[in-house]
């Protein structure tokens, strides 16, 4: 059974950083492009960052570039996301997702998805 699982999530102030992780089981994770996401309240599910399935490819949403950045661990089976700098605006819930190969940027090009982890930036 292919499982996704975030950790990480929590309540930061303005300007602080969180490191998110999504731990894969039931699949080897190097066949698959890992993309993270998040939902807030009200708002459509955005893309974040993806990662191919060697790592040597990733890309960012123009609200996150220079600010997260989106690794992988293949003999750990998680992939990460750090988080910088973050703002009230990034609060919503984050969800990874995986498909095979490479990434895509509609969510619903994603058949496997973790349960999400919340994210509240606030003071």
């Known amino acids: 059974q292919l499982q996704l699982v975030e950790s990480g999530g929590g309540l930061v102030q303005p300007g602080g950083s969180l490191r998110l992780s999504c731990a894969a089981s039931?699949?080897?994770?190097?066949?698959?492009?890992i993309g993270w996401f998040r939902q807030a309240p009200g708002r459509e599910r955005e893309g974040v960052s993806c990662?191919?399935?060697?790592?040597?490819?990733?890309n960012y949403g123009d609200s996150v570039k220079g600010r997260f950045t989106i690794s992988r661990d293949n003999a750990k089976k998680t992939v990460y996301l750090q988080m910088n700098s973050l703002n009230p605006e990034d609060t919503a819930v984050y969800y990874c997702?995986?498909?095979?190969?490479?990434?895509?940027?509609?969510?619903?090009?994603?058949?496997?998805w973790g349960q999400g982890t919340q994210v509240t930036v606030s003071s």
């Open positions: 039931g699949f080897t994770l190097d066949s698959y492009a």
């Open positions: 990662i191919n399935r060697s790592g040597a490819s990733t």
């Open positions: 997702a995986a498909r095979v190969l490479v990434c895509a940027n509609n969510p619903g090009h994603y058949p496997y």
